[in-house]
């Protein structure tokens, strides 16, 4: 992006931009130009800085209950040096997403972020579960934290038939 500096009454040029407006982490590289009165630019510096990359000591599934279709998705230990605003969890089964759901992860106690996830939001598919943590930062900068997959798979039941006496009805149960 371009920026236009600010003369200050010192002789030097100033300008803040914000690093939100770029939604990055990494190295950012600086070039100051000046522009003459005859409208020619000239390179006169620059400079790198770098922005930390957000990160998670822990990113899992867990809880996984087959007979309710639900699993949690947990992320603990996320370091920023800007704080979090956000953390959030995509999550699907199906090779063309259209059970893709976005959830907002909840806060712990214990600072850790959880969602319960349920196959109910998610046509009631068994199988595979894809889910994505990602954060944002105080300082706007958008990254993964990790991926996970889990599997959600039908119950297993035990059939049982019973033929009354008379063989004119028979109980089922699973």
């Given at each position: 992006?371009?920026?236009?500096?600010?003369?200050?009454?010192?002789?030097?040029?100033?300008?803040?931009?914000?690093?939100?407006?770029?939604?990055?982490?990494?190295?950012?590289?600086?070039?100051?130009?000046?522009?003459?009165?005859?409208?020619?630019?000239?390179?006169?510096?620059?400079?790198?800085?770098?922005?930390?990359?957000?990160?998670?000591?822990?990113?899992?599934?867990?809880?996984?209950?087959?007979?309710?279709?639900?699993?949690?998705?947990?992320?603990?230990?996320?370091?920023?040096?800007?704080?979090i605003d956000k953390v959030e969890v995509a999550v699907w089964s199906t090779d063309d997403r259209s059970d893709f759901v976005w959830y907002t992860m909840e806060k712990q106690a214990d600072g850790s972020y959880k969602?319960?996830?349920?196959?109910?939001?998610?046509?009631y598919n068994y199988g595979k579960y894809n889910a994505h943590v990602y954060v944002t930062a105080g300082n706007g900068?958008?990254?993964?934290?990790?991926?996970?997959?889990?599997?959600?798979?039908?119950?297993?039941?035990?059939?049982?038939?019973?033929?009354?006496?008379?063989?004119?009805?028979?109980?089922?149960?699973?």
């Open positions: 992006m371009w920026y236009n500096m600010y003369g200050k009454p010192n002789g030097d040029w100033v300008y803040t931009p914000y690093i939100k407006n770029h939604g990055d982490a990494g190295k950012y590289n600086v070039h100051v130009y000046a522009t003459g009165v005859t409208g020619t630019s000239v390179f006169v510096g620059g400079t790198t800085f770098e922005i930390t990359k957000p990160v998670a000591e822990d990113v899992r599934v867990e809880n996984v209950d087959n007979g309710k279709g639900t699993f949690d998705v947990v992320a603990e230990g996320i370091r920023t040096p800007s704080g969602k319960s996830v349920s196959i109910a939001d998610h046509q900068v958008y990254q993964c934290l990790g991926t996970r997959t889990v599997e959600v798979n039908l119950p297993k039941a035990s059939v049982k038939a019973v033929i009354n006496a008379q063989e004119m009805s028979v109980g089922i149960t699973a």
